[in-house]
């Protein structure tokens, strides 16, 4: 299956066709189409918000049988402008996955997204479950109140100088509300400033990404290309609850529990901790539940990869998952 023995995912590709979709005066989206043009359609959906894709995301799905799509989300990877929080929010880009299903005269995709496109892929779910063939769910993020509590500040609990480096980063008399100043520099006219504080709050996630952590994962999560959209989106989203009702996903569950779905969750998640996932499976029993337990939060983990292969292995055989 993989060109790679350590790891389970399919061999690299190359997108069939790219484009980009003018969504509003202000944003372009990127986007591209791999694997079979005739295939099952699936949309992968990447997290953050603002986190952008990597090549590697084209890789958990059989190239010969499904037809894979992926875009970049408002203000990540290339689409454009990188980093822009004005008309952005989770209402607008669900309604971007409907623009782009409709220009690529899709009718139906499997929805696959992790961490932060978890999130996204039940709020579009929740909207608009007549095109959800089902769900490939990992890193279960609700983004509840409790949730972003926790990423702002208990993560210290198990990396504390990481998130001592986060905190020293601002003035000591402002670091009782860690978002709110972060929000502050990452939303203000210098660009020194919000590039500055994008890379802090970028370099934070990505220090507790993997159960061991990854100095290439640390030194990618740095880079302006990917901290810019990293950092500012997801101060907007966090600060701004998603733009949703607080714990709206679970209680909206019921629209999507007829339809297919994994949940895949690292065990030592620091970054989405496994209590989101456990509280989605308990809203939705049917769905399955697999807890890797030598697993952090990066799909990359060999454990999560290899679960969200299995799953897209088991859909292509069966449209159901084990």
């Known amino acids: 299956m993989s060109d790679q023995l350590d790891t389970p995912l399919f061999p690299a ?114 909207a608009h479950a007549e095109r959800c063939l089902g769900f490939v769910l990992r890193g279960i993020f609700l983004c509840t ?40 520099r990452l939303f203000c006219d210098d660009a020194a400033v919000y590039t500055e504080a994008a890379r802090n709050w970028s370099r934070y996630e990505g220090s507790c990404l993997f159960l061991k952590p990854q100095a290439q994962a640390i030194e990618d999560f740095e880079s302006d290309a990917v901290s810019l959209g990293l950092g500012r989106l997801e101060a907007h989203y966090m600060v701004n609850a998603a733009f949703m ?22 065990r030592y998640d620091v970054i989405c901790p496994p209590a989101s996932a456990y509280r989605l499976h308990q809203a939705w029993p049917e769905a399955r539940f697999h807890l890797i337990g030598d697993a952090g939060h990066a799909a990359m983990e060999p454990g999560i990869a290899a679960a969200l292969v299995a799953a897209t292995e088991q859909f292509k055989k069966n449209t159901a998952f084990e």
């Open 13 to 126: 590709i190359e997108p069939y066709r790219t484009g980009t979709l003018q969504v509003d005066d202000l944003h372009t989206l990127y986007w591209e189409e791999c694997g079979n043009p005739d295939g099952v359609p699936v949309l992968f959906l990447h997290g953050g918000p603002g986190g952008g894709l990597s090549p590697s995301h084209r890789r958990f799905f059989d190239p010969q049988h499904y037809r894979i799509v992926l875009f970049d989300q408002r203000g990540a990877g290339k689409s454009t402008p990188l980093g822009e929080y004005h008309n952005n929010t989770t209402g607008l880009l669900v309604s971007d996955i409907e623009k782009i299903r409709e220009m690529l005269g899709i009718a139906q995709w499997l929805v696959f997204g992790g961490s932060w496109g978890s999130t996204l892929a039940l709020a579009y779910g929740e």
């Open 145 to 184: 109140k409790a949730e972003v509590d926790w990423f702002v500040n208990g993560m210290g609990w198990f990396y504390p100088e990481v998130h001592q480096r986060f905190a020293e980063a601002i003035p000591a008399e402002e670091r009782g509300d860690l978002l709110q100043a972060y929000v502050k």
């Open 245 to 266: 009702e607080e714990d709206q996903l679970i209680r909206n569950i019921g629209k999507i529990r007829h339809l297919p779905a994994v949940i895949v969750q690292g």
